[in-house]
């Protein structure tokens, strides 16, 4: 089943509530995903400070992070995630971590983002990220009830296989082998059997082909079978998409403040302003995209 929220903020008055507000969203639907739970949040600095990248990684138990032999390295440990952030580029952490410790799996990295995963009570686990804490401008979370593979943190949502990227999933995709298989051929290398990762790597793969994020979901849309609510994020963009069928529930609201999705109303319910806000169900296959760099209006585009 599966429950999705997220909130992409327009006023900056607001970032240093940003934690709170989506730690008040997840817990509306812990009902609808008991397995496990993941939360990204983009531009809390705690975790990954001004001119630093950070990756988010699963390790085992005990792992030594000196071997990296990082100048700065900040780590934080939440749960089954670690946080690690430094004073250089993503794509040098990302290749120092894998090379140092191949034993870790990567879940996230950016420089604006940071991703905890993990297995367990949802509300248990946004205290152990601290979420409530977070401060920045847009986060997403998910509650999970597995139903295509093992209940992992490696199986949990988001997936966050592009730099700054990150996607959640309440649904099934009915032809995830094919794709997995193509990716696979292309190159692509995955870290779980969870039909949501070839989304995201599909994705991921689309933008670094030079498309939009709007694009890039109008071809999930033509290429992937099954029931599906897709929230998706980027460094400076929030989407929301739709199967043909929409059976997948979502609800999206809007003020001048702020834009925020979930999978059912009760979790938008105590955000700011919200008798205020324009509230709507978001039509089948149509890609709704706010841009944070221009003035956010929705911007619905026919698959």
């Known amino acids: ?5 997220g909130l992409h903020l327009r006023d900056p008055e607001l970032y240093p509530q940003l934690g709170r507000l989506l730690e008040t969203m997840l817990c509306q639907v812990v009902e609808r995903g008991p397995d496990s739970a993941g939360v990204a949040v983009y531009g809390d600095r705690r975790r990954c400070p001004e001119g630093h990248a ?4 699963l390790v085992p138990a005990g792992t030594d992070f000196g071997v990296l032999g990082l100048p700065e390295l900040l780590v934080t440990e939440a749960g089954d995630t670690t946080v690690l952030a430094a004073p250089v580029s993503p794509d040098a952490l990302v290749a120092a971590v894998r090379t140092a ?3 870790a799996t990567v879940v996230g990295s950016g420089t604006d983002l940071t991703v905890y995963k993990g297995t367990g009570h949802p509300r248990a686990l946004a205290e152990t990220y601290d979420l409530a804490a977070a401060q920045g401008w847009q986060g997403l979370a998910h509650t999970r009830m597995a139903t295509e593979s093992a209940v992992t943190p490696e199986g949990c949502h988001p997936f966050s296989v592009g730099p700054d990227q990150c996607l959640v999933h309440n649904g099934s995709f009915a032809n995830h082998a094919t794709i997995r298989r193509e990716l696979i051929a292309a190159g692509h290398v995955f870290d779980s059997e969870n039909d949501s990762e070839v989304g995201a790597r599909f994705v991921a793969d689309r933008l670094a082909q030079g498309e939009d994020l709007d694009k890039a979901l109008r071809l999930v849309c033509e290429r992937f079978d099954g029931f599906y609510t897709l929230l998706v994020t980027s460094a400076d963009g929030f ?3 739709r199967d043909a069928i929409a059976c997948k529930p979502a609800i999206i609201a809007e003020t001048d403040r702020w834009v925020a999705m979930a999978s059912e109303f ?8 919200i008798s205020d806000a324009r509230i709507y169900e978001p039509e089948p296959e149509r890609v709704y995209h706010w841009q944070r760099s221009i003035p956010l209006q929705g911007q619905g585009v026919t698959a």
């Open 1 to 5: 089943m599966c429950g999705i929220v």
């Open 54 to 57: 950070a990756v988010s990684v």
């Open 101 to 103: 410790l191949p034993d």
């Open 239 to 241: 989407a929301v998409v």
């Open 266 to 273: 009760r979790a938008l319910a105590d955000l700011p302003g």
